[in-house]
């Protein structure tokens, strides 16, 4: 999810942890667990700095490391460590319990987007992303902030987000089936296909759609359960030649290649050198697929350039390609 979404979510589990008769009983427990959950909230998201280093590293590691299994387990005890420090006297049990709660939900609500996570290294570094909520639900977040209003006006906190989560279970559970009906349409129009992905949006009922069959791509869009199909691309393999091999090298499209399941490519011979391209076919907007990894070499098959990432236009790409890569 979203910072903001987690931001929120943070204070409505310190609300909600007022229900826990250790956390009620006076107001040193209840500010540290309050703390606790709004840390917790954001503490895996800590790997959002590596996007001031570059977007190769950002790529390979976001949701990485920070999401996986010994992190849920040891950032619940670095905040309760350190906030123990501050509120002395308060139960550490306790304040371990809600920040593991509000680190846990952290990463288990961000399994349901469709960029995912890497929540179940070590034990596997495949990414887990279910595709059933955009990465900015605005039911989720306003549920949350109206939660939160009615707290600041007086309502019982406990019972107010124990009714907003109960309501958020049926959501995901009719965003479950809105999806399974959009997966049907899908093979109903593409019979073949091998591998649907389904991303949603902003809207309840509008889902982004890429599919790759033996033969083809295609890049669809879906309203309910009435499926457009927007672009179709022939699928051809990468070939193994020493163009791509040199480009492989590259850490902005190694990068992608570790990143993206379904993208389409392109080998473009230059004045002094040659260009290659990856595009990922899951991001078209406005008939423009903007999440690309392109990677410049001279006629010695040397990077002069390379950059990953999302681009609008051809002059903001032209620049970053400038740069020669370290």
């Not at 950002?58 to 619940?76: D, E, F, K, M, Q």
């Not at 992608?256 to 379904?262: A, K």
């Amino acid at each position: 999810m979203d910072t903001g979404t987690h931001v929120v979510m943070g204070f409505a589990l310190g609300g909600l942890a007022t229900l826990d008769p250790v956390v009620a009983q006076d107001a040193v427990h209840f500010h540290s667990v309050l703390i606790a959950t709004v840390l917790g909230s954001q503490a895996p998201d800590i790997d959002t700095l590596l996007k001031f280093k570059n977007n190769a590293v950002y790529i390979r590691n976001h949701r990485g490391i920070t999401h996986s299994v010994p992190a849920v387990l040891l950032w619940p005890l670095a905040i309760t460590a350190v906030l123990s420090i501050f509120f002395p006297g308060t139960d550490a049990l306790h304040l371990w319990l809600w920040s593991f709660l509000a680190v846990f939900l952290h990463v288990f609500v961000d399994i349901f987007n469709a960029y995912g996570t890497q929540a179940l290294r070590p034990f596997s570094y495949k990414w887990v992303a279910l595709g059933v909520i955009n990465t900015f639900d605005p039911f989720i977040f306003t549920i949350h902030v109206i939660g939160i209003a009615a707290w600041l006006f007086g309502a019982q906190p406990g019972p107010t987000f124990l009714a907003m989560y109960i309501f958020i279970f049926l959501y995901y559970i009719a965003r479950f089936a809105a999806r399974h009906d959009v997966k049907k349409a899908v093979l109903a129009r593409i019979p073949d296909a091998e591998n649907i992905i389904i991303s949603p949006t902003v809207r309840f009922h509008q889902w982004k759609i890429a599919v790759r069959t033996k033969d083809a791509y295609y890049v669809a869009s879906a309203f309910k359960s009435a499926v457009t199909i927007l672009d179709k691309f022939k699928r051809l393999p990468v070939p193994e030649n020493e163009i791509i091999e040199a480009a492989k090298q590259d850490k902005n499209l190694s990068a992608f290649l570790s990143f993206s399941p379904v993208y389409n490519w392109q080998v473009k011979e230059l004045d002094n050198g040659w260009e290659v391209r990856f595009t990922d076919l899951r991001y078209r907007k406005n008939g423009h697929y903007p999440f690309v990894a392109v990677v410049k070499l001279n006629e010695d098959l040397e990077i002069t350039g390379s950059y990953t990432g999302w681009i609008f236009n051809k002059k903001k790409l032209k620049k970053k390609l400038d740069v020669v890569p370290r």
